[in-house]
T-cell receptor, first 113, second 114 residues
Framework: DSGVTQTPKHLITATGQRVTLRCSPR?????VYWYQQSLDQGLQFLIQ???????AKGNILERFSAQQFPDLHSELNLSSLELGDSALYFC????????????FGPGTRLTVT | LAKTTQPISMDSYEGQEVNITCSHN???????ITWYQQFPSQGPRFIIQGYKTKVTNEVASLFIPADRKSSTLSLPRVSLSDTAVYYCLVGDIAVSGSARQLTFGSGTQLTVLP
């Protein structure tokens, strides 16, 4: 158990819909990262927050957005969903900003039908 | 970000020591080397991180030669449960405060056989 929690574990929705994925980092970690992992793309970095502020963007689509709240939990919002958005979405936290030592949550499996 | 090269797959037998090598010829002065393990449908798990020479923890050892152009993850006495994908990442800790993107690449699929 990494100490990072993600909800929900599974999500099934239809194309065109919007969903919100939630992540709670390890106690004391200020950095939160979001990743997408699909069979054909591998693990892709999406976005990073540090203490409520966006710090880096990766391959995140404009239909996706995220935020980190004062209690440090983070949410990833995915809208106008397409079949290709079906993937595992992981959240990770780290004790230092931009650190490669990250602790991943169990992920949310999103299925778009 | 430094580009890394790892074998696509490796097989081993239970009880053997496994060494997975990662090449990173253009590693920068500030770059650290980090290894992750990932089981199917689970998030990657941080294994070990180092800058130079040798680092050891309760799970693995990381050997880094003086030129730092490669690194070797050593897993002692593997078991069936060590079957997983292992990723090597190279990059700097955010000394400037700016975040760095992580590129996991394809990793090495380690299969431990009975």
């Amino acid at each position: 158990d990494s100490g990072v929690t993600q909800t929900p574990k599974h999500l099934i929705t239809a194309t065109g819909q919007r969903v919100t994925l939630r992540c709670s980092p390890r106690s004391g970690d200020l950095s939160v990262y979001w990743y997408q992992q699909s069979l054909d793309q591998g693990l892709q970095f999406l976005i990073q927050y540090y203490n409520g502020e966006e710090r880096a963007k990766g391959n995140i689509l404009e239909r996706f957005s995220a935020q980190q709240f004062p209690d440090l939990h983070s949410e990833l919002n995915l809208s106008s969903l397409e079949l290709g958005d079906s993937a595992l979405y992981f959240c990770a936290s780290s004790p230092r900003m931009g650190s490669y030592e990250q602790y991943f949550g169990p992920g949310t499996r999103l299925t778009v039908t | 970000l430094a580009k890394t090269t790892q074998p696509i797959s490796m097989d081993s037998y239970e009880g053997q020591e496994v060494n997975i090598t990662c090449s990173h010829n253009n590693i920068a002065t500030n770059d650290y080397i980090t290894w992750y393990q990932q089981f199917p449908s689970q998030g990657p798990r941080f294994i070990i991180q180092g800058y130079k020479t040798k680092v050891t923890n309760e799970v693995a050892s990381l050997f880094i030669p003086a030129d730092r152009k490669s690194s070797t993850l050593s897993l002692p006495r593997v078991s069936l449960s060590d079957t997983a994908v292992y990723y090597c990442l190279v990059g700097d800790i955010a000394v400037s405060g700016s975040a760095r993107q992580l590129t996991f690449g394809s990793g090495t699929q380690l299969t431990v056989l009975p």
